[in-house]
């Protein structure tokens, strides 16, 4: 089940590198950010993301999610979810953040 299920328009990118790219081109509402990437940490994304200037995606809220024990809050995060996902609770997330 995704995000797609409850009619959100989904991009999929597979690593920091492609994520910065996509941001460069399309301005998301919102980022679920894995953790763990194949060329870095979503760390490094969100550290990235928040230099950029609020109208270039700086602002935009970003949920963390992993299957590795992690503490929250992780700087820049809005919020974090531990993997397997809960879409139901995904999605109260997801509308709490975008009603900010």
């Excluded at 299920?5 to 492609?18: L, T, Y």
């Excluded at 870095?40 to 999610?65: E, M, N, Q, S, Y």
């Excluded at 590795?68 to 509308?95: E, H, Q, S, T, W």
Aim: with cysteine; glycine share 8%; aromatic share 8%.
């Amino acid at each position: 089940m995704s995000l797609r299920f409850v009619g959100a328009r989904v991009f999929v990118v597979g690593s920091v590198k492609d994520a910065e790219r996509q941001i460069q081109t399309y301005r998301p509402d919102l980022i679920i950010c894995d953790v763990r990437l194949p060329d870095g940490t979503g760390t490094d994304f969100i550290r990235w993301l928040r230099r950029r200037d609020k109208r270039h995606g700086g602002a935009v809220p970003c949920i963390a999610v992993t299957a590795y024990d992690v503490d929250f809050p992780l700087p820049g995060f809005n919020g974090f979810m531990r993997k397997p996902l809960d879409l139901a609770k995904l999605c109260n997330m997801a509308a709490q953040l975008l009603r900010r």
